[in-house]
C-alpha cells in the first residue's frame, strides 16, 4: 500500500480520450504505481488561453509508492511522448495534462510542485470528477490557498522559508515598513520576476527611530498592504509584532561603520544600526537568495552592501530604482504627513537635485559650483528646512575626493512642518543618467 494521490486528466488537441487511455495504461505499468478507478472524461470549456477547442477532463485515483517529484517525472515524461511542448505558455491548447492534485494528505511546495494543486478549488472540470469518485477534500485544497499567506510569528516564517529552501526554492525578501505606495510595489515586481518564492516584511522596527522621531505615528495599514502583496503575487507577508521580533532582555545589536554617523546619521545617530539590527534578523529567519532595496534610501543600501560582504550573508542585494509622483517628488510613506502647501514645495528636493546633474551634464566639475547651483533652488523654497546637500562617490557613499567631479551622486534631506510634526525627507540622484531613466 502507497499513498493515495489524485490525478487531473485533461486534453483538448487531437483524439484527446485516446492519449488519456494510453497514459493511464502506461502508468499502471509503472513498478510503484496502480491506477485504482477513474471519473469518466466530460467535455467542458477552456479557461483562459488563447481560443481553442473544448477539452476532455476527468480524475484518477493512483496508489502510489514512489516519492512526488518521480511520479512528476513520470508525468511530465508521458505528456511529451504526448506531443506536449513543454515550453508552451499556461493555458494553450495541449495533447495531455497530466497534473498532480492531492497527494494523501501531504502539503508539498517546492520549486517544482505545489500540491494540493493551488488553483483546483477553482476548476469545476476537477471538483466535479473528484465528487463522483466520493473524495473529500482536505480543507486546505477545497477553498482558495490565502495568498499571500499571513505570518506574524518569527519562527513559523523561519520553518516556511526553510521548507521553501529544502523545495529547491530561490527566495526574494523585501523588507519593507508598511504604508505600501508604487515605490513598493516594484520591489515586490522585480522579486516576483526573479525569484521562485517572495515573502515581502512589514514590521515599523522601533530601534531605527530616535526617541523624538515618528515612530508611535508611522502609518500602519496592513490590510491595504497584503492587498497589494496579493496584486504583486507575494507568498508571505510577515507581519511581526515588536515582542516576538525583540523578545524579553533582547540586547545585541549589530554595529555599523562610519558611514553610518554621516548624512542621515548625523540627525539620526541610532537609525542605521536599528536598521542593519532588524535586517541580519530578517536575513536569518529567511535566509533569501536575494533582498531587494530601493535606492531612495541610498545609504541604506550602502551600509548593508558592508553588512553583507561583512558578516558573509550569503545572499545578493537588488537595488531599485526610485519610484517618483508625477511632480518628480520621490514616493514615501511619509509623504501623507505633509500639509498640502509642504507637500506643493517638497518637489524642490528632486528640482535641486536635477539642477546639479544637469550643470554636471553640461560640463561643470567643480563640487561647490555644482552644489551652489542646488543650494540655490532649495534656498527659493523656504518651506524647506535643508539639513544637507552634499555629493558622494557612487556606490559606497565615500567623501569625494578633492578635486574636480568626475562622477557622483548627489543627495539631499530637509525636514517641512512645524517642529512638533516635522516631516523628514530625503533624496538623491546619479550625476550620470541611468539606463532606464527618461532623457
Ligand atoms: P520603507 O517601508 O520606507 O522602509 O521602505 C522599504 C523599501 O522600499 C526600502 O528598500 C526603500 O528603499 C524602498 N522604497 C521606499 N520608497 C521608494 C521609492 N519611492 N522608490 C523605490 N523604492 C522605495
Known amino acids: 500500500m502507497g499513498t493515495t494521490v ?64 518521480a511520479l512528476l517525472a513520470i508525468l511530465q515524461q508521458l505528456e511529451r511522448e504526448a506531443g506536449r511542448d513543454p515550453a508552451a505558455p499556461r493555458n494553450h ?85 508598511g504604508a505600501l505606495h508604487a515605490g513598493h510595489a516594484t520591489l515586490l515586481r522585480r522579486a516576483r520576476a526573479l525569484c521562485d518564492r517572495v515573502a515581502m516584511s512589514v514590521f515599523v522596527n522601533p530601534l531605527q527611530f ?65 536598521v542593519a539590527t532588524v535586517v541580519a534578523k530578517l536575513f536569518t529567519l529567511a535566509r533569501p537568495h536575494l533582498a531587494f532595496f530601493g535606492q531612495k534610501d541610498a545609504q541604506q543600501v550602502a551600509i548593508l552592501r558592508r553588512l553583507v560582504h561583512d558578516l558573509g550573508f550569503p545572499l545578493a542585494l537588488v537595488e531599485c530604482p526610485t519610484v517618483r509622483e508625477p511632480d518628480g517628488l520621490a514616493m514615501s510613506s511619509r509623504n501623507r504627513f505633509l500639509t498640502v502647501e509642504d507637500r506643493a514645495a ?29 543650494e540655490a533652488v532649495l534656498a527659493a523654497e523656504p518651506r524647506a528646512r535643508v539639513d544637507y546637500l552634499e555629493l558622494r562617490r557612487e556606490g559606497d557613499l565615500a567623501m569625494l575626493p578633492a578635486g574636480p567631479v568626475d562622477a557622483g551622486r548627489a543627495l539631499v534631506a530637509a525636514w517641512f512642518g512645524p517642529p512638533e510634526r516635522t516631516v523628514r525627507l530625503i533624496d538623491n540622484l546619479s550625476l550620470q543618467p541611468q539606463p532606464d531613466e527618461e532623457p
Open 210 to 274: 530616535g526617541p523624538s522621531e515618528d515612530f508611535a505615528r508611522y502609518p500602519r495599514t496592513l490590510e491595504q498592504d497584503t492587498a497589494l502583496a496579493a496584486q504583486e503575487g507575494v507568498d508571505v507577508v510577515f507581519a511581526p509584532d515588536v515582542s516576538g521580533m525583540y523578545g524579553d532582555g533582547f540586547c545585541s545589536r549589530v554595529a555599523v561603520g562610519p558611514l553610518a554617523g554621516e548624512l542621515e546619521g548625523r540627525a539620526r545617530p541610532d537609525h542605521f544600526g536599528g
Open 93 to 177: 491548447p495541449r495533447p495531455l495534462d497530466l497534473d498532480l492534485l492531492l497527494w494523501g494528505e501531504q502539503r508539498i511546495d517546492t520549486r517544482e510542485l505545489q500540491v494540493p494543486h493551488p488553483r483546483m478549488h477553482a476548476r469545476s472540470f476537477v471538483l466535479e470528477p473528484l465528487a463522483e469518485l466520493g473524495v473529500q477534500l482536505p480543507p486546505d485544497a477545497a477553498r482558495a490557498p490565502a495568498h499571500p499567506e499571513l505570518l506574524h510569528a518569527p519562527p513559523e516564517f523561519a520553518a516556511r522559508c526553510s521548507a521553501w529552501l529544502e523545495g529547491g526554492c530561490r527566495i526574494g525578501l523585501v523588507p519593507t515598513m
Open 346 to 374: 517638497a518637489p524642490v528636493l528632486f528640482a535641486a537635485l536635477q539642477r546639479i546633474r544637469r550643470a554636471f551634464l553640461q560640463g561643470e566639475r567643480d563640487p561647490r559650483q555644482l552644489l551652489a547651483q542646488g
Open 6 to 69: 489524485y490525478l487531473g486528466l485533461g486534453g483538448n488537441l487531437g483524439d484527446a480520450r485516446a492519449a488519456i487511455a494510453t497514459a493511464l495504461e502506461r502508468l499502471d505499468r509503472v513498478p510503484g504505481v496502480r491506477v485504482v478507478r477513474t471519473s469518466r472524461l466530460r467535455e467542458t470549456e477552456p479557461v483562459g488561453g488563447p481560443p481553442q477547442p473544448r477539452y476532455w477532463n476527468g480524475v484518477a485515483e493512483l496508489d502510489v509508492a514512489l516519492p512526488p517529484h
